[in-house]
């Protein structure tokens, strides 16, 4: 029985930590001793990557907006780096003036962007996913951050749109967003996103293709001695997924390639106490979230009157399955995308993760 109590504790614990606690001694700690990046209005010579694979639909408007962004012509390059798609996108980037179209064999995402960044001669490389669009100073802002020398990555904030639908992930980006300024803040990001980001060129480290940028390069940065920041101001929108079970399917494909940096990825080498304590935080513990939800589901049944403590906690436990069952709204993406991290695991472990990748759309 004392196994089971230890493991009771330590899940609820551990759950409690990395979705309550943490966030607000992030915020706090971040509002005591900050670490400030030294900003300023330059105007680097930047490379805008959009790696892309059957995006026939959305790629024009994509181009579209980037060639409207308030950012010296001269000194801007746009790529559409293409994953050998098979649709027209290809055919309709090479329309716009100035566009270069990179045609890749089939790889993979980060591959494609491999291959566009090694063509690259700009100071900076910025990247951007194929289904969203900038605001017009985005790329401006985004830059800023370089005019300190210790940073080597910033990422923007990326904004849901509102939509019809049953889907909560605008919720989740608001805490998101919260959670990595305050990381920001303190040392360096955890994570970024596809849609609004940027490395200095010098610095771009060619990864694993499986692995993807968003989780891997902060931490490879962190780890060569640089910074990884967050730009508030840059905005990138997107619209959601219409549903919490289409999310659902988009946060297990997502989470597969998580899974494979968090076990081979090396994540807690060489990142001092701080930054360890982020990754660990954000990153190993949320993955796990799933997997402790059951745990502690498994241990407060075979708890039950054996103090009231397990009897609350498995109430509570009880209601949120409820309240997910029945549809309300964020108690189901809540459960959905936890359970997504347990799905993803499984995935991983039974057939590993593969580098292609199609766009998720209904």
Request: aromatic share 10%; proline share 4%.
């Amino acid at each position: 029985m004392i196994v089971v109590v230890v493991l009771f504790w330590l899940s609820l614990a551990a759950l409690a930590w990395t979705h309550l606690a943490y966030p607000a001694f992030a915020a706090a700690l971040a509002r005591a001793r900050s670490r400030p990046v030294a900003k300023a209005d330059t105007e680097p010579l930047v490379t805008i990557v959009v790696a892309a694979y059957n995006e026939e639909t959305v790629i024009a408007r994509r181009v579209e907006n980037l060639l409207e962004l308030d950012y010296p012509r001269e000194k801007l390059r746009i790529v559409v780096t293409s994953d050998a798609s098979t649709d027209h996108t290809e055919e309709i980037a090479l329309q716009y003036p100035g566009v270069t179209v990179v045609t890749n064999p089939r790889g993979g995402k980060v591959a494609a962007q491999d291959r566009a960044v090694r063509q690259a001669r700009s100071e900076i490389v910025a990247f951007s996913d194929a289904n969203c669009t900038w605001s017009l100073d985005a790329l401006r802002k985004l830059v800023r951050a370089f005019a300190d020398p210790d940073v080597a990555y910033v990422c923007g904030q990326l904004r849901i749109l509102d939509a019809e639908g049953s889907n909560r992930e605008g919720l989740y980006w608001r805490y998101e967003m919260g959670v990595r300024e305050a990381e920001s803040r303190l040392a360096s990001v955890t994570g970024g996103n596809g849609s609004i980001y940027a490395v200095r060129r010098s610095d771009y480290v060619e990864v694993d293709p499986r692995f993807g940028h968003d989780l891997s390069l902060p931490y490879l940065m962190v780890q060569r001695g640089r910074r990884a920041v967050y730009e508030p101001g840059a905005h990138a929108f997107e619209k959601p997924t219409p549903t919490n079970e289409t999310e659902y399917r988009r946060k297990v494909r997502m989470f597969e390639h998580c899974w494979l940096i968090v076990l081979r990825g090396r994540m807690l080498r060489r990142l001092g106490f701080l930054y360890g304590l982020e990754i660990l935080s954000h990153r190993h513990l949320r993955y796990a979230s799933g997997i402790l939800h059951v745990i502690l589901l498994a241990t407060s049944i075979a708890l039950v009157a054996h103090g009231w403590v397990y009897d609350v906690v498995l109430a509570a436990q009880l209601a949120l399955l409820a309240a997910a069952a029945a549809g309300l709204g964020i108690a189901r993406y809540y459960v959905l995308i936890t359970w997504a991290t347990v799905v993803a695991l499984w995935n991983y472990l039974r057939r590993g993760v593969p580098a292609n990748w199609e766009p998720l759309r209904e």
